[in-house]
């Protein structure tokens, strides 16, 4: 039974190939594009990769698992946001003029109706497929609810027997927070909240209102937050959020009127509502543009830099994580089952996570590393599999399910560009000589990472011990800003000496707290409130990236790199080997070690 998982038209489209339950491979479409997100897309390019990565054609494929509900459109979900509406008749204040916008956004309300309804998401599959060549019969495709897709996805790849499984996204169909408890025999719903109850909504809104762009930069939103820790007890926003996000027993409650229902002047993301309460608190405080700088003691640097945008940031992440750790704890309470699965676009932040093992009476926790939509499509093709009576149990240890190059592969590609390389004895100990010397280089070992971090696949390394590493990958190769931190890779053996309440976090998805020994070896890598992003590597996992960091502890006697993607801002991570080879000659990039070849500049 060959099922073909896709995700498309959405946000992070992706494709993955599942054969009697086991997953083949997976890949996000942006890899292919080079378009960072290839939002509203069809997966055509990772469709063809994954048959032809297995000498299959699209006659060979028994379903095509689509990962969102279609069949509840347009008729139900039409009924919905009629609810909704009616319901908010009164609540939402707009001016004249703002209410333009509003009414374009009902109108994008109802062509996303439109658009994911059953006949129009078989013809513009079926168009996609013919245009990329598949010839013959399209194979049946089932719809599978976007919610149940995540819960599958995370629960199935997960090494839990029972799990209480929360997804919490912008929202799925009708659904933005889904509660499961999952056994091996099946799964029951516990709770859910539906549009508007939306956590996504809420955190890309202020996203949008520091000047970052929405479903892209909520990182970088968790990362300013952690600036005003140190300010926490005189932070005016706690008191005033209450009016927009109360914490519950039982998870929260937020008014919408604040995100998408009302009129907006400034971004369809926030209401003029929100700015109106934000501004008569602190009447400096208006939205901030895309990249809008201001001067700093004569230096030029980014608006939300200011203390009174830092705190705002702050409060906005601290009530997420709030909220979070109550759903879990409702969540628990209801199945009694203490270990938990995350999957959803809010799970990609990592303090959410870390406050959720801490603060909500948890066992264990498995995040899925391809939290947002690009993962639904395993979960899809997982629950049809467990349908069609196979076992989707899936572990997840490596998650190089993406292209991968052979040896000639990448030696053709290098002598196409014609560059001269070496071929050393061990490509890890010759890229720890390297990094100990202080070079950055660029290391690109077997498939593509799924999800949004580089894990030992496609990754820019350097040693952790010279001051001022990230301030020149940031000016010299990643072109990112100054106050963001960079991750570690560590060896999981010695993780309890880096990292306090050290567990194994292979995929870059639970913050820690830095033991001073970390802050001493990687200050780099430990942000301004004393968190780490780590990368745990276990040696029978990742074998080689493992070696890097043995070599890299022998010469300065710590077993970690710092480790970020190989990609610059706004691009995806590099997939071909060209685009690999393009970094090293368009950035400050020193070497590039590609499968068994190093190319030095
Ligand atoms: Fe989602």
New binding site residues.
């Given amino acids: 039974m060959i099922i073909l998982g896709i995700n498309a038209f959405g946000?992070s489209p992706s494709a993955c190939l599942v054969r009697d339950g086991k997953l083949l491979s997976f890949c996000q479409e942006e890899r292919f594009t080079r378009f960072k997100g290839s939002h509203g897309m069809f997966p055509s390019h990772t469709v063809k990769w994954c048959l032809e990565k297995h000498r299959l054609t699209l006659q060979d494929v028994d379903l095509i698992a689509f990962s969102w509900g279609c069949r509840k459109f347009p008729w139900k979900m039409l009924r919905h946001l009629a609810k909704v509406r009616l319901k908010l008749i009164g609540q939402s204040t707009f001016s004249y003029k703002s209410s333009i916008h509003q009414r374009s956004n009902l109108i994008s309300s109802l062509e996303h109706i439109y658009l994911y309804s059953p006949s129009t998401i078989m013809r513009k599959t079926r168009d996609n497929l013919r245009s990329y060549g598949h010839k013959g019969p399209i194979p049946p495709i089932e719809f599978v609810d976007?919610?149940l897709s995540?819960a599958y996805q995370t629960f199935y790849q997960s090494c839990f027997q029972r799990a209480s499984v929360l997804v919490v996204?912008?929202s799925?169909e009708e659904k933005c927070v889904s509660g499961f408890s999952f056994t091996e025999n099946g799964h029951s719903n516990v709770f859910s909240l539906d549009i508007p109850q939306s956590l996504g909504w809420y955190y890309s809104g202020f996203t949008s209102y520091l000047g970052f762009r929405p479903n892209r930069d909520e990182g970088k939103m968790m990362g300013l937050a952690a600036f005003g820790e140190k300010r926490k007890e005189n932070n005016p926003w706690f008191e005033v959020f209450d009016k927009i996000l109360k914490v519950t027993d039982n998870g929260f409650e937020l008014d919408p009127t604040y995100f998408k229902f009302g009129g907006n002047e400034y971004h369809p993301r926030f209401t003029d509502k929100l700015v109106r309460l934000i501004t008569s608190h602190n009447r400096d405080l208006q939205p901030v543009g895309v990249d809008e700088l201001i001067d700093f003691n004569g230096k030029k640097n980014h608006k939300y830099l200011l203390d009174d945008y830092v705190n705002l940031a702050y409060a906005v992440q601290t009530r997420l994580e709030e909220a979070m750790a109550s759903l879990a704890r409702f969540l628990v309470k209801k199945t009694s089952i203490n270990n938990i699965c995350l999957a959803?676009?809010v799970s990609m932040n990592c303090k959410v996570n870390s406050y959720i093992l801490k603060d909500s009476g948890i066992n264990d926790i498995f995040v899925h590393p391809a939290s947002?939509?690009d993962g639904?499509c395993i979960g899809a093709a997982f629950y049809l599999s467990k349908e069609m009576g196979y076992n989707p149990r899936n572990i997840l240890k490596n998650v190089q399910l993406g292209p991968s190059f052979k040896n000639d592969e990448v030696e053709k590609t290098i002598k196409r560009c014609n560059l001269s390389y070496s071929i050393p004895d061990d490509i890890s100990l010759e890229v720890a000589k390297l990094i100990h010397k202080g070079k950055i280089v660029g290391w690109f070992q077997g498939g593509c990472e799924m999800g949004a971090r580089a894990l030992g696949g496609r990754s820019i390394v350097a040693s952790t011990m010279f001051k001022g590493i990230k301030a020149k990958i940031n000016s010299n190769i990643k072109r990112r800003e100054q106050w963001r931190p960079y991750c570690p890779s560590i060896s999981s053996k010695y993780k309890e000496n880096y990292f306090k309440e050290p567990v194994e976090t292979p995929f870059m998805i639970l913050a820690r707290s830095a033991t001073e020994k970390l802050l001493s070896a990687a200050p780099d890598t430990v942000h301004v409130d004393g968190s780490v992003r780590p990368q745990t590597v276990e040696e029978t996992v990742l074998p080689q990236w493992h070696s890097l960091l043995e070599h890299t502890q022998q010469l300065n006697g710590h077993p970690l790199v710092l480790n970020t993607s190989l990609n610059i801002r706004g691009e995806p991570m590099a997939c071909h080997p060209y685009e690999a080879i393009n970094y090293l000659f368009t950035t400050g990039l020193d070497a590039l070690a590609i499968e068994d070849f190093l190319i030095s500049k």
Avoid: R
């Fill in positions: 946000y976007h919610h995540h996204d912008g799925g959803g676009g947002t939509d639904s």
